[in-house]
């Protein structure tokens, strides 16, 4: 086998996402002058890197299936494949205990959508820096790593293999899952084309091989991985030498021990080197390799491995169609705590190390003093300087080179906050994150769908950010109206950008909306996967709401229609609405019929606020609510105290549908009401909650109401029935036995009058009744308690006034009228 010449050959190790080893690759480079520059990821992003010049990190490369799979979307936690610290791919199968080397290859074992993968960068990335100095150099520059066409095209194949053997198993329990799941080989003991299973020696030395940088720092005499690594790399000085010889010669020991790979693994770096092996041959002299430090023996003794054996490892791979853009990234997303494996605890301070020009301390904890005086906290310059002072200190104590976050924390909260460990958290969650959000130039790849949305945020003046953000809106002002409807839109179609926010006046449904907006970097996937709908966010919402309607049932449909309406979505509403009709007309349900109401009754009520005519909106409604009259009594019959709790909710709910509607059919559900509170077999919850509304409404006297409360209290009465009947009655509010002294002794005397034992036996149910309530209407009760015996109403005023002790005082008012006096002559 001929030899290649490795002469020119640099293979820079690092771990993804340092600022030590961004500085490091960035100074190795500018040293080398590589005429080529390999970068560990995947190659169909070759064409992207003309746009690295443009983008604004943190980012991430997206890599998506071009026929995206149906009813997929992505969730928090789903950064895939070479951009684990030592190059390991996301792994995609949920559940999987985190595993792998952290710099040297930490596998992403989270949860992921089988149809796309993210390739996270951030300022502070090496393979960013390698990216910048590349396309600034005008350097040819490549990804190296396995295509994603064959990593998705894996997933996908294994997603369906695992449906169709849970198929075939015909629903096996949870026990039999989970053994399936710990007998089903990982992806890193995969079995590899032409290759035998792995055993179980082999299996041990991949859990051997768990965390290399664990073994090293061990070596090292550290017993935390973390701290080894910044006080090697990430806190090195840039006047010494260059880290990458050792890093792989320290690799390649690790490497030893634990045996060749298999599997994935194995495939990943045979792609890699035959990648190195066609530059080498184009005869490029100075060629730089920047990957993932765990990879880096394998590709820089690459005249070790045979180049049959490397192309017998890639033959048969699995492939499918994958397109791939830039999509922004948050510095939250980068965080381990996001569900990242790759990712680092605190992304904001590596991004003030990396971009603070010098005294990083001085420079941060100049910041957090910043952030404490907008709290309103009094911090001088002088607690920054003995807070520097502190961290210097306990770095040296500590025998690390520099102070480091742990340090610096410290030092923030015993200096800055004075101990107060709650102030310090709150500044350095702020900081350690630094949460930013990246941004990509309109030239960058995207679905119709993702241009139509970047251009109505940018009309309606919409910046998408990475935190929360209120919003309120008036609908009666066209450019508001015109934003809640794009975030109905996008909710239509799964992008949850803006979260509806109930404030606590008023109805929803008015002409006031409130909203919490907060954008993920997982939203552009989503889109992505809801342009099969169409091109514009308007016609596939549409699209969206029509296959939704399809096969929902009539609460689903009611609540489809009002979505229709709040999004205006003129095109698919009077399909929704037919389809709402012939539902009515035949489900018999009552507690289908009760739970589509509401939202019928809003959209009926409300939409002549978004201009659309609720005449038939309000026929279907008041049919509904007919045919809910006529079935309410037999519905109720012989419900248990759990199941009459939930039709509790039910009546509260299609009340207020009946408010809002009004009219006739108003008319008729009172007296639906009325004619079912005189039943004497109705559950106590639901007798005590209609008895409520009728005497709310006005349509039971005071002396009526005592009656019933007398029978439902009466010796001959379960004291249970009594309890859920009071309960019903008090429900939502308990101040009307502030305001009807007889009734409020009504129940005294019931409770009086009970055995010990039953009056322990329904003891729960009362707390649960009284502690609904809120303080103030607590402690009102209890006054009125305490008037039934003759007691007087409490003078809080004469209270309060007590509190103050005037010969105490004076002293203090003499020494403020002083201040005040001497202020005023000065002046």
């Known amino acids: 086998m001929p030899r290649l010449d490795t002469g020119g050959l640099h293979v820079l190790g690092v771990r993804h996402h340092g600022p030590g080893s961004a500085r490091a690759v960035r100074a190795a480079l500018e040293e080398i002058k590589p005429d080529a520059v390999l970068i560990e990821g995947p190659p169909e992003a070759d064409a992207l890197t003309s746009l690295v010049g443009e983008l604004e990190p943190p980012v991430a490369l997206l890599a998506y299936l071009a026929d995206t799979p149906k009813g997929d979307t992505p969730r928090a936690g789903d950064e895939a494949g070479g951009a684990a610290a030592g190059g390991r791919p996301l792994r995609v199968a949920a559940g999987d205990e985190a595993g792998g080397a952290a710099a040297g290859g930490r596998p992403l074992r989270v949860a992921a959508g089988d149809g796309w993968a993210f390739w996270p960068f951030a300022s502070f990335s090496p393979e960013w820096q390698a990216l910048r100095y590349a396309v600034e150099h005008d350097v040819p520059v490549r990804f190296c790593d396995l295509p994603a066409a064959h990593t998705l095209a894996e997933r996908v194949a294994r997603a369906e293999a695992r449906a169709e053997a849970e198929q ?91 045996g060749p790979e298999r599997g994935r ?86 991004h003030h190390l990396f971009t603070a020009p010098d005294r990083p301390v001085h420079r941060w904890l100049t910041d957090a003093a910043r952030l404490l005086r907008e709290e309103g906290q009094a911090v001088s310059s002088s607690h920054v300087i003995e807070g520097v002072r502190l961290s210097e200190t306990l770095s040296v104590l500590r025998g690390r080179p520099l102070a480091g976050l742990d340090e610096v924390s410290e030092a923030l909260t015993s200096v800055l906050c004075e101990g107060e460990t709650a102030r310090a958290a709150l500044v350095h969650r702020r900081m350690a994150i630094g949460e930013r959000m990246g941004a990509v130039p309109p030239s960058t790849p995207m679905v119709p769908l993702q241009r139509d949305l970047t251009a109505a945020q940018k009309r309606l ?58 954008w993920e970097p997982d939203m552009d996937v989503a889109l992505i996967e809801a342009s099969r709908w169409g091109t514009t966010v308007a016609s596939a919402a549409a699209a969206r709401a029509v296959d939704l309607a399809a096969d929902a049932d009539l609460p689903a449909l009611t609540a489809l229609t009002e ?45 002549d606020v978004r201009g659309t005519d609720g005449g038939h909106l309000r026929a279907v409604a008041e049919q509904i609510l007919r045919r809910v009259c006529v079935g309410l009594a037999p519905a109720v019959h012989g ?112 409770l009086l009058s009970l055995p010990e034992e039953r009056f322990t036996a329904v003891l729960p149910l ?22 039934i015996g003759g007691s007087p109403r409490p003078d809080h005023s004469v209270s309060e006034r007590r509190l103050v002790d005037a010969d105490r005082a004076a002293p203090a008012v003499a020494a403020a009228l002083a201040v005040l006096t001497n202020g005023r002559s000065h002046a």
């Open 639 to 750: 419900l248990d105290d759990d199941a009459a709790a939930e039709f509790v909710r039910r009546i509260d709910h299609t009340h207020d549908a009946a408010s809002l509607l009004g009219g006739d059919a108003a008319d008729e559900w009172t007296s639906a009401l009325v004619a079912l509170s005189r039943r004497d077999t109705l559950p106590g919850r639901i007798a005590g909650r209609i008895n409520r509304m009728l005497s709310d409404g006005g349509l039971l006297s005071a002396d009526e109401l005592r009656r019933r409360l007398g029978l439902a209290m009466s010796p001959g009465t379960e004291p249970a029935d009594a309890a859920a009947w009071l309960e019903g009655f008090l429900q939502g509010s308990g101040l009307i036995l502030v305001h009807d002294e007889q009734l409020f002794g009504l129940i005294d005397t019931w």
């Open 168 to 258: 075939e198993k015909d629903g096996p329990g949870e026990e039999h899952q989970e053994q399936d799941r710990e007998k089903a080989p990982r992806q890193d003991e995969e079995e590899a084309p032409g290759q035998q299973a792995p055993s179980a020696a082999e299996r041990s030395a991949d859990r051997v091989r768990v965390d290399p940088l664990g073994v090293l720092a061990r070596a090292a005499g550290y017993d935390d991985t973390e701290r080894w690594w910044d006080d090697v790399i990430e806190q090195r000085r840039d006047d010494q030498p260059s880290p990458f010889p050792a890093i792989a010669d320290a690799m390649a020991a690790v490497r030893a021990e634990t």
């Open 461 to 518: 003046r919409l910046r998408p950010e990475p935190f929360d953000r209120e919003l309120d809106l008036d609908l009666r002002k066209e450019s508001q109206r015109e934003r809640g409807v794009l975030l109905h839109r996008l909710r239509m179609l799964g992008v949850a950008w803006g979260v509806p926010r109930h404030t606590g006046g008023g109805r929803r449904g008015t002409f006031r909306e409130a909203w919490r907006l907060r």
């Open 265 to 350: 693994e194995a495939r990943r770096e045979a792609y890699m080197r035959q990648t190195l092996r066609r530059v080498l041959k184009e005869g490029h002299d100075r060629v730089a390799v920047v990957c993932g430090a765990w990879h880096a023996p394998a590709l820089r003794d690459v005249n070790d491995y045979p180049i049959k054996d490397d192309t017998a490892l890639l033959r048969g791979l699995p492939k499918a169609k994958v397109n791939a853009t830039w999509v922004p990234w948050t510095h939250g997303r980068l965080a381990a705590d996001s569900g990242y494996g790759a990712g680092v605890s605190s992304p904001g301070w590596y």
């Open 766 to 787: 009362l707390r649960r009744t009284f502690g609904a309530f809120d303080a103030p209407e607590r402690r009102a009760i209890g006054e009125a308690a305490a008037r």
């Open 563 to 607: 979505q229709c309406l709040l999004a205006e979505l003129g095109d698919a509403l009077p399909h929704v609405l037919s389809l709402l009709t012939d539902r009515a007309a035949t489900d018999s349900d009552v507690t289908h019929l009760m739970a589509a109401l509401p939202a019928l009754a809003r959209s009926a009520r409300y939409g």
